[in-house]
């Protein structure tokens, strides 16, 4: 049997920005990424920090499947969400093993265009 992608997945729920961003770094943390453990040790404070450390615990060597669902309602909640999420793919995420495509996901009637 293959052994099976890391696979972290975070859905958000519609809570404050600093709600949503905890949320984010326990799900990460609690994946099955082999460099989840510098999740809990460096503790970001903002997105940009918690996406980055992210793409730090991907590993540069297989592929690994992140998911972040619902991201319209972190782009209501924290300002700037899409440039940050954007930002993040194209200066580390997609240089990493493996890495293809990005997709968002939310709910079909969610009132923000694709």
Not at 65 to 84: A, K, Q, S, T
Request: proline letters at 5%; aromatic letters at 8%; one cysteine or more.
């Amino acid at each position: 049997m293959p052994a099976r992608r890391p696979r972290p997945f975070y859905a958000a729920a519609g809570g404050s920005a600093d709600a949503e961003l905890a949320q984010f770094l326990d799900d990460a943390a609690r994946s099955t990424l082999a460099d989840r453990a510098v999740l809990s040790e460096i503790g970001p404070t903002g997105w940009n920090g918690a996406l980055q450390v992210l793409a730090d615990a991907v590993s540069a060597d297989s592929p690994s499947i992140v998911v972040i669902d619902e991201v319209p309602y972190l782009m209501d909640r924290v300002e700037g969400f899409e440039g940050v999420l954007q930002r993040a793919w194209d200066r580390f995420l997609c240089r990493k093993a493996g890495t293809a495509d990005s997709h968002r996901f939310g709910s079909a009637d969610d009132g923000h265009a694709e």
